[in-house]
C-alpha cells in the first residue's frame, strides 16, 4: 500500500496531472449526463407528445456549442479572460432585468427567471450571472491585491459584496432561492481565497444566514421543503414531499448495479423533474450504487484539480477565478445530491454538466474552459506541454543520434 500510495503520489504531482484530470472528469461527466438525460427524458417527452428524443437533441445541441465555447475559453490568454469579465457581468445583470418585465420574462415552476428564445428554446440569465460574478470578482480583486489594498477590509468587501447583492436581488425578485444560494456559495469562495479574515468572513456568513432565514420563514413553500429532508412519505398527488421521497426510492431500488439503462420505473411519472433537478436519482435507478459512486468520484476529481490549479499559481487573477469556478461546480454538485439523497431541502438547482438545461450547460462548460486555460498555463505545464508539440519527438530523436555519434568518436579514456 505504501508503494501505491508514492507512486500515486508521484502521478499526481506530475505538471500536466491536473491539465488531464480537468478535461477528463469534463468531458466524462457530460458525456454521461447525455446519456441519462435520454433515458430520464423518454417518458416525459412521450407524456407531451413529442419524440422520445426531444430533449436529448437539445441537450445534445447545446452540448455542442458548449464544447466550443470551452475549445475557445481554454485556449484564450488570461488577458482576454479578464477583458471578458465586465461584458459578461452587465450582459447578464441587463438580460436579468429583462426577465422581471411582462411579456419578456417567463415563469417556469414558480420562478420568474427566464426568456424566450423564440419557440422551445428558453435562457435563464441568471447563469451567466454566476459566471459573471466569477470573472468580475476576480478581476477586482487581483486589481487590489496588486495595489496591496485586501489587507484592509473595506477593500476586500466594496464593491464585490455590494454587486454579488444586486445580483442576489435580481434573482430574488424571480423567487429563485436556489440560484441565490449558488451565487451567495461563489462570492463566500471569492473572499475565502482572498483570504479574508475569520471576523469579517463569519461577519458576511451572519448576514447572509439571516437574510436567507428570513426569506425561507416567510415563504410556505419553502418552509415546505425544509421539513421534507429525509422524507420516505410522499403523500397524494401534489404533496410537497412527493419528489423528495420518490427520489429516495428511485435510488433505494437500485442496488449495487442498478437495474439496467433505461430501465427506471419512477421515471414513468412517480418522479417530477427525472431529467433535470432528480437526474442523479435516476441515476442511482438504473446504474445503481457503482454509477451513482462514479459521478461522485469525477466530481471529486473535478474539484480537486481545480484546487490545485487555484493552489498552484502566483497569478491572482487566476487563483480567484479558479478558487471560484470550483465553488460553483463544487457546490452546486453537493446541494443538488444531497437534496436527491434527503440530507438538504430541495433548492431546484441542477446538477452541473449533467442535468438538461441549455442555459445551466453552456456557461458551465466555459467555466470548465477557463480551468483547463490555467492549468496549461502553469510554468511546469507549459514546458510539459511544449515538449509534445508536433515534430518535437522527432527533432529530439535527431538530437539523441547525434549526440551518440558524437560518443561514439571519443577515445575510450575520455568516456
Not at 120 to 147: C, H, N, T, V, Y
Not at 161 to 189: E, K
Not at 319 to 328: D, E, M, Q
Request: charged share 15%; hydrophobic share 50%.
Amino acid at each position: 500500500m505504501r508503494g501505491f500510495y508514492t507512486r500515486a503520489k508521484r502521478a499526481w504531482d506530475r505538471p500536466l496531472t491536473a491539465y488531464y484530470v480537468i478535461i477528463g472528469a469534463g468531458l466524462l461527466i457530460t458525456t454521461l449526463g447525455l446519456v441519462m438525460v435520454y433515458s430520464a427524458s423518454m417518458i416525459t417527452a412521450l407524456r407531451y407528445e413529442l419524440v422520445p428524443s426531444y430533449f436529448f437533441r437539445k441537450q445534445f445541441f447545446a452540448a455542442l456549442l458548449g464544447t466550443g465555447l470551452l475549445l475557445v475559453a481554454s485556449r484564450m490568454p488570461v488577458k482576454l479572460h479578464r477583458a471578458l469579465a465586465y461584458p459578461i457581468l452587465v450582459g447578464a445583470v441587463f438580460l436579468m432585468v429583462l426577465v422581471q418585465i411582462p411579456g419578456i420574462g417567463h415563469s417556469v415552476g414558480g420562478n420568474q427567471n427566464w426568456i424566450s428564445l423564440g419557440g422551445p428554446f428558453m435562457l435563464q440569465p441568471s447563469e451567466f450571472g454566476k459566471l459573471g460574478l466569477i470573472l468580475w470578482g476576480a478581476d477586482l480583486l487581483a486589481r487590489k491585491q496588486d495595489m496591496k489594498l485586501l489587507t484592509q477590509w473595506k477593500h476586500m468587501l466594496v464593491p464585490l459584496v455590494p454587486g454579488a447583492f444586486m445580483l442576489l436581488g435580481l434573482i430574488m425578485l424571480g423567487g429563485d432561492m436556489g440560484t441565490a444560494i449558488i451565487l451567495t456559495a461563489i462570492l463566500f469562495g471569492l473572499l475565502w481565497t482572498a483570504g479574508a479574515p475569520t471576523r469579517l468572513f463569519v461577519g458576511v456568513l451572519a448576514v447572509a444566514t439571516a437574510i436567507g432565514v428570513l426569506l425561507i420563514k416567510t415563504s410556505p413553500h419553502r418552509m415546505d421543503r425544509f421539513q421534507c429532508i429525509g422524507a420516505t412519505d410522499p403523500g397524494g398527488e401534489g404533496a410537497p414531499c412527493l419528489q423528495a421521497a420518490h427520489g429516495i426510492y428511485a435510488l433505494a431500488s437500485g442496488g449495487w448495479f442498478g437495474s439496467g439503462l433505461g430501465a427506471s420505473v419512477e421515471k414513468w411519472g412517480q418522479l417530477p423533474e427525472a431529467h433535470t433537478d432528480f437526474i442523479f436519482a435516476v441515476t442511482g435507478e438504473e446504474l445503481g450504487l457503482a454509477g451513482t459512486l462514479s459521478v461522485l468520484a469525477l466530481f471529486a476529481a473535478l474539484g480537486y484539480a481545480g484546487i490545485r490549479v487555484a493552489g498552484g499559481t502566483e497569478n491572482p487573477f487566476v487563483r480567484f477565478a479558479a478558487g471560484g469556478v470550483t465553488t460553483w461546480i463544487t457546490a452546486q454538485a453537493v446541494i443538488n445530491i444531497g437534496a436527491v439523497l434527503g440530507l438538504l431541502p430541495i433548492a431546484g438547482v441542477p446538477l452541473p454538466l449533467f442535468s438538461y438545461g441549455g442555459s445551466a450547460l453552456l456557461p458551465t462548460m466555459f467555466a470548465v474552459g477557463l480551468l483547463i486555460a490555467f492549468a496549461r498555463q502553469e510554468p511546469a505545464a507549459k514546458a510539459a506541454l511544449a515538449m509534445r508539440r508536433p515534430g518535437w519527438g522527432k527533432r529530439a530523436g535527431v538530437r539523441w543520434k547525434s549526440m551518440r555519434r558524437r560518443v561514439k568518436k571519443r577515445p575510450s579514456g575520455e568516456r
